[in-house]
């Protein structure tokens, strides 16, 4: 999400007459976009806001500013601790950034975190200069009205919105005629999209008859309230991909009572059910959170036999980070030790590690087809791509160009990646074709 909000903010200032810097050694203005999710993510802010202090010991007209939901949820301690900052603007204030420097050139320091019910940058066309120029991210709504107990987002990304449809339509328009193949939709909780009569369904279904060569993914949808019609509409169109990330947080019911996540396991696993036999193949991930509140040894079974039993091919996976202002800082406390945490997560992740090998193995013969997206990190003579099913293959280069659609056969695998013989460069209506046929 920061990703594609950086690509706006990448829009909002060259409109405003910069460009892009070649190295932050050159520049005039470093913004750093940052995330609050967890404590570690803050961290990492605070580490580069220090390496950034080298840079303005050699050139002191440097401005750097820091955006997004840290900024939101520390002005004070940012401005206050780090001399280094100049401007500081919230998720909601993008479209301030220009008027705020120009406020620091007066050498003062500038500060907007207004959260806003209507901002959803609908007519910033962003500006992509960081990504492969194959797959995108398209940002179709923004804030989360959810409430998670442990989460922080409703609180520095503000209240729910949606982006009107014909804006986002255009947008992939354009990027389907810019040669992009891949946009995945993205948003808190993809399943509340509303735009008059338009619901996430509609969406998908018009945004896939822009370009059937371009296929689309969606980030996160929330299993309280995922549509059955969705699942119908993935099913019937190639190029709906066939993997969903369908985040449970956890597997015991006393524990997402806990979260404040409105569903139970029995329905949990009924809906990845329903998603297995109306969509055949389709893969599944997860978020998992270890280490919440009060969480017992049983409860951590719980999201293991979870886990288990669901066998996801991927899975996010984090220990509980406490939040100030979340109702899990308000009214729980944060009582499971750090050691026990880290144990719990570590079981967590090799049970998954083991899971991806297990399913990953049983694709061995399988035929899959990948979207080309750059050189494999290994070796220079092999390419890697995505799987519909979202999962990382690597392949021989022979001709094959970052953006084709290539059918490969899978030969080997490690829980991570599958190892592939390509088969022959194709499209997606012709390797659909073809599956419908045989
Ligand atoms: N809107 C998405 C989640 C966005 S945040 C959804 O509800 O699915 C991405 C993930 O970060 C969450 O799914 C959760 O697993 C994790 N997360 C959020 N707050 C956290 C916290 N305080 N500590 C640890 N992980 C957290
Ligand atoms: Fe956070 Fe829950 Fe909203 Fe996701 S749905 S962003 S976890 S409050």
Redesign the pocket.
């Known amino acids: 999400m920061n990703f594609a909000d950086s690509e706006i903010v990448n829009s909002i200032l060259i409109e405003d007459g910069m460009t892009v810097a070649p190295d932050p050694e050159s520049a005039d203005v470093i913004l750093v976009n940052t995330c609050s ?2 404590e570690n993510a803050e961290t990492k802010v605070w580490n580069r806001l220090k390496e950034l202090k080298t840079i303005k010991k050699t050139n002191s007209d440097l401005t750097v500013g820091v955006l997004g939901c840290m900024a939101e949820r520390i002005k004070d301690r940012i401005i206050e601790e780090e001399n280094l900052v100049d401007i500081v603007v919230g998720p909601d204030a993008y479209r301030d950034i220009p008027r705020l420097l120009a406020e620091v050139d007066d050498g003062r320091k500038a500060v907007n975190v207004l959260l806003s019910l209507e901002e959803t940058y609908a007519d910033i066309a962003p500006v992509r200069t960081t990504g492969n120029g194959v797959s995108s991210f398209v940002s179709i709504m923004r804030g ?1 009205d ?1 409430m ?1 107990s ?4 409703p609180f520095t990304r503000g209240r729910e919105r949606s982006r009107p449809l014909e804006s986002i339509l255009k947008e992939i328009q354009q990027l389907s005629d810019e040669g992009y193949k891949e946009v995945t939709l993205l948003g ?2 993809v399943n509340s999209y509303k735009d008059g009569e338009n619901t996430f369904t509609t969406l998908m279904d018009a945004a896939s008859l822009i370009n059937p060569e371009v296929r689309f993914r969606f ?4 299993p309280k309230d995922f549509p059955d019609d969705l699942l119908y509409l993935i099913a019937e169109r190639p190029n709906l991909c066939n993997y969903i ?1 369908i ?1 449970a ?1 956890a597997g015991s019911d006393s524990m997402l009572e806990r979260m404040r996540r409105p569903y139970t396991r029995k329905q949990y696993l009924s809906l990845t059910e329903k998603m297995r036999e109306i969509i055949p193949g389709v893969s599944l991930s997860t ?3 270890a280490g ?1 509140c009060g969480e017992t040894e049983e409860e951590h079974n719980g999201t293991m036999t979870l886990m288990k039993e669901v066998g996801y091919d991927l899975a ?1 996976m ?6 100030e202002r ?1 109702l ?1 800082y308000r009214k729980f406390e944060d009582d499971v030790p750090e050691e026990i945490k880290k144990r719990r997560l570590s079981e967590i992740i090799s049970q998954q590690m083991e899971i991806q090998k297990e399913r990953n193995l049983t694709e061995i013969g399988t035929h899959h087809l990948v979207l080309v997206e750059g050189t494999s990190k290994k070796s220079e003579d092999q390419v890697s791509g995505r799987t519909d099913t979202n999962k990382i293959a690597v392949f021989d280069r022979r001709d094959f160009q970052k953006g084709d659609y290539v059918e490969v056969e899978v030969t080997d695998c490690t829980s991570a990646t599958l190892i592939a013989k390509p088969i022959r460069k194709t499209t997606i209506s012709e390797f659909y074709g073809a599956a419908v046929e045989a």
């Open positions: 999710i967890r989360c959810n998670c442990f989460c922080v987002v808190q909780n980030s996160s949808p929330h990330h985040p947080q978020d998992i959170i919440f996010y984090f220990a509980y980070s406490e939040r979340t899990a």
